[in-house]
């Protein structure tokens, strides 16, 4: 699955490398049909994202990825949304992640693990 938009990127073309399925996880009333969604806080307010309703089968494994790994807010609000359609989430991956915004820790709480190819501590 990946997260709008950046993650429709580099999620297309991990799922077309691995033979597997793609989900695409959006900001609300983006998606054509029946979506559930899921609603988390932002440092400034809150924010809500979409997914397909029948994207996931029960027991399905699904990967989330997105560019930015920041607070971690939108990446459980899209984990959230994996089970809640009955998914397991296996991981999430990033290709940046800033360290101080402690995101890792929140999403690693949530027992899902990170990956991430570059860490940036802002010093």
């Known amino acids: ?19 597997a399925g793609f989900i695409p996880i959006r900001k ?21 994202i979409e997914m397909h309703a029948d994207a996931i089968k029960s027991g399905d494994r699904v990967l989330i990825i997105d560019d930015l790994l920041a607070t ?11 089970k ?21 820790e929140k999403i690693e709480a949530c027992g899902v693990k990170v990956l991430s190819m570059l860490n940036y501590d802002l010093d």
């Open 1 to 19: 699955a990946g997260i709008e938009s950046r993650g429709f990127i580099f999620g297309a073309a991990l799922a077309y490398k691995l033979n």
């Open 28 to 48: 609300p009333n983006k998606l054509p049909a029946e979506t559930i969604k899921e609603s988390y806080s932002l440092e400034y307010g809150s924010d809500t």
């Open 84 to 104: 809640k359609a009955g998914g397991e989430v296996v991981s999430t991956a990033f290709i940046i992640e800033l360290n101080p915004l402690k995101g890792r």
């Open 72 to 82: 971690g807010g939108t990446a459980i609000a899209a984990c959230n949304l994996v």
